[in-house]
T-cell receptor
Framework: NAGVTQTPKFQVLKTGQSMTLQCAQDMNHEYMSWYRQDPGMGLRLIHY???????DQGEVPNGYNVSRSTTEDFPLRLLSAAPSQTSVYFC????????????FGPGTRLTVT | AQSVTQPDIHITVSEGASLELRCNYSYGATPYLFWYVQSPGQGLQLLLK??????LVQGIKGFEAEFKRSQSSFNLRKPSVHWSDAAEYFC????????????FGKGTHLIIQP
């Protein structure tokens, strides 16, 4: 198993540009989520999904969209990037029965100039 | 809403010495409790978890943690640290039932002195 994979590893955007951070898992996990990590802030939940076709907002959803068309993939979209979205983004997944035993991807470091 | 406090931003420990990282949570009932480790440039790895039962839980890499309900704490311990333990450590809580993920503390950066 590859586990949770994220692409790209690094990305630089200009303010106003859009992009999609990719996340995929091959463990047949129902639950997937996106976090952002900022210095001194720990990780904060952006969006999550309990299964294909179902998504919901976390603690800091503004400026981000998600969709879940398949069990494997959970992309995170930035429609109009802002400098405040400079961060490291982590995707995580787990089985619904043990929802909180989350497996994390390696992260995407995003810089918005 | 639940919250997690890790009072120590940085901790420096000599190699071979014992380690204790502190974690306090705020929640009305007993939450699910976790410790994660993040090595530089890496994702997070689950060290151990507490759901119920025995309050002393064993994890990977020789770590253990003790849940103390009276103190709302879940401190992480290791009897003898190795240089490879240098990393960022995060305590996290989940309150069960809902699907709203984990609430993380701000992390403790562990430095190992030779």
């Amino acid at each position: 198993n590859a586990g949770v994979t994220q692409t790209p590893k690094f990305q630089v955007l200009k303010t106003g540009q859009s992009m999609t951070l990719q996340c995929a898992q091959d463990m047949n996990h129902e639950y997937m989520s996106w976090y952002r990590q900022d210095p001194g802030m720990g990780l904060r939940l952006i969006h999550y999904s309990v299964g294909a076709g179902i998504t919901d907002q976390g603690e800091v959803p503004n400026g981000y969209n998600v969709s879940r068309s398949t069990t494997e993939d959970f992309p995170l979209r930035l429609l109009s990037a802002a400098p405040s979205q400079t961060s490291v983004y982590f995707c995580a997944s787990s089985y619904s029965e043990v929802r909180y035993e989350q497996y994390f991807g390696p992260g995407t470091r995003l810089t918005v100039t | 809403a639940q919250s997690v406090t890790q009072p120590d931003i940085h901790i420096t420990v000599s190699e071979g010495a014992s380690l204790e990282l502190r974690c306090n949570y705020s929640y009305g009932a007993t939450p699910y409790l976790f410790w994660y480790v993040q090595s530089p440039g890496q994702g997070l790895q689950l060290l151990l978890k507490y759901f119920s039962g025995d309050t002393l839980v064993q994890g990977i890499k020789g770590f253990e943690a003790e849940f103390k309900r009276s103190q709302s704490s879940f401190n992480l311990r290791k009897p003898s640290v190795h240089w490879s333990d240098a990393a960022e450590y995060f305590c996290a809580v989940a309150t069960g039932g809902g699907a709203d993920g984990l609430t993380f503390g701000k992390g403790t950066h562990l430095i190992i002195q030779p």
